[in-house]
């Protein structure tokens, strides 16, 4: 993977996440930081900074939780005018698992990788029930006849 990956989230998704990847990619640790933001946190831009401070020098793709949120609002901050980083909110599993697997290509492509995992990796697992259709219909018992004795 040429890019770094940062995972910074609220509590403890971040770790959880960064576990869930070495689970999946255990060769990619090296290259994947967690930041885990606890919701009485001093200066969360700060704690993002250092992350970044161990990436210096290389591109980052920065994953955050919730877009808008305290998370991603200080990956926000912390990046503003940075060029070789790129912020994509909403994590999920789907996105992670696409930007490790995807250790080739460059830090726009990771990002747009990161989003159409995030995208198409959701999806509704049950059959729903038939909508506006008829069920099937009622056979005729032909062992119990309740009107012949």
Known sequence: MSSML?????????????AVAAHAFPE??????AVDIAPDQAEPE?????ALDG???QDVLLLTDAFGATPCTACQRATAGVA???VVAGVNVPML?????????SLDE???RALSGAVQ???QANPTPRQNQPGAMPGHDQVEHHDQQ
Do not use: D, K, N, Y
Not at 28 to 33: D, K, T
């Open 6 to 18: 940062l995972i910074v989230a609220h509590t403890p998704l971040a770790s959880a996440l960064r």
């Open 55 to 57: 990436f210096a020098g």
């Open 110 to 112: 990771l990002a747009q």
């Open 97 to 105: 698992w696409r930007t490790l697997g995807s250790p080739e290509l």
């Open 46 to 50: 700060a704690a993002v900074r250092r």
């Open 28 to 33: 990619r640790m090296g290259q994947v930081a």
């Open 121 to 123: 990796g959701v999806m």
């Open 84 to 86: 070789r980083v790129r």
